[in-house]
């Protein structure tokens, strides 16, 4: 070719890298399978949209179509990819990037086989509507344009116009046709209609599902809240200093019943110790915290009548052994004695 062309440079590999517009908007002629012509339209809103846009990103390029490229397939299929895809103008433009040695060759060579044209791979959704677009009547338009790769092909391969190309030298240009896919009956277009129909419906039922599991997040969000709140009340100085005296009472009335009291144990603990202590086939299953604590409660009085008992019979006690004393009458004492251990019994029992 006589040098390099200018806008035309190298890979560290020994691949080419060159710029290219890939397609255009407008009005693209295709022959159908039955000798018929559809004209089908490209809306700048469709060819410029940027997930279209975004599925060119890094597609392979082949040479020719091998089918639809796929990961297992990339290997054996892709000499190249595409990058630096842009909107220029009325163009998507982008760099060809061509790796394999004899893709290269056959792009750079002069030959009647070298790749001088190219054509996208690509899905889309073809709605039948008449209409003019920039003086050029159509009777169908493309939506939804997904790309999967680039083919390279010798001349007069793909479907071109002479703006549509790369420059390797400032004599010489290489036509790149424009993306096409066959063209597709009413049938075939309405069954791809109903594909992206249940796509929209998977897709709303994500949504749903997500609205779902956000309202099922806030409700739980609104319960910790909750309980953020109740252990923020719980902190205040009032309510630690309730918690303290009841505490202290509960202490106080376990050493009444036990003499002692082990400080290490939960009150709950400390209150079954005492129920158990009173009644040693007491059950506590099915018994709330409240009505264990109002029967420790109930213990707890029963056996402060029962002390104040006792301290009666003391003081009858004493003033009979006073009397004992002045009138020297022995039997007196002993009947005293006799009596403040049957009423000291009656007591226990009385607490129990």
Request: charged share 30%; glycine share 6%; aromatic share 6%.
């Amino acid at each position: 070719m006589g040098g390099m062309a200018p806008n035309l440079s190298r890979t560290p590999s020994g691949g080419i890298r060159v710029p290219a517009n890939l397609t255009r908007t407008g009005v693209f002629v295709y022959k159908n399978a039955d000798g018929t012509t559809s004209r089908e339209l490209r809306h700048p809103e469709q060819v410029f949209a940027a997930d279209s846009l975004a599925s060119l990103a890094d597609a392979p390029v082949t040479v020719g179509h091998p089918g639809v490229v796929t990961a297992e397939s990339w290997k054996a299929d892709s000499v190249g990819h595409v990058r630096d895809v842009q909107q220029d103008g009325r163009f998507v433009a982008s760099q060809l990037i061509v790796q394999d040695s004899k893709a290269v060759s056959r792009v750079m060579s002069k030959t009647d086989d070298r790749l001088t044209e190219i054509s996208c791979g690509y899905q889309c959704t073809v709605i039948p509507e008449q209409g003019v677009f920039e003086g050029e009547r159509y009777d169908s338009r493309q939506t939804a344009i997904r790309y999967n790769h680039v083919a390279l092909g010798p001349k007069d391969w793909g479907r071109a116009g002479n703006d549509v190309k790369i420059k390797l030298d400032s004599g010489e240009e290489v036509c790149i046709g424009t993306c096409f896919i066959p063209a597709m009956t009413l049938d075939e277009a309405l069954a791809l209609i109903k594909v992206q129909q249940d796509n929209l419906a998977s897709l709303k039922s994500d949504s749903d599902k997500t609205a779902a599991e956000r309202d099922t997040l806030k409700v739980e969000n609104d319960k910790l809240r909750a309980t953020t709140d109740a252990l923020k009340a719980d902190s205040s100085e009032e309510k630690f200093a309730s918690r303290v005296d009841a505490r202290v009472a509960l202490l106080e009335g376990v050493r009444q019943v036990l003499g002692e009291v082990d400080k290490t144990k939960s009150d709950a603990e400390l209150t079954m110790v005492v129920l158990t202590k009173h009644d040693s086939k007491f059950d506590p299953k099915g018994k709330s915290q409240d009505y264990l604590r109002a029967r420790f409660d109930a213990v707890i009085e029963q056996y402060a009548k029962g002390q104040s008992s006792l301290a009666r019979v003391a003081e009858n006690f004493g003033n009979a052994f006073a009397q004992d004393a002045s009138g020297a009458n022995e039997s007196l004492t002993e009947k005293a004695t006799r009596e403040f251990k049957e009423k000291q019994a009656n007591a226990w029992k009385v607490s129990k």
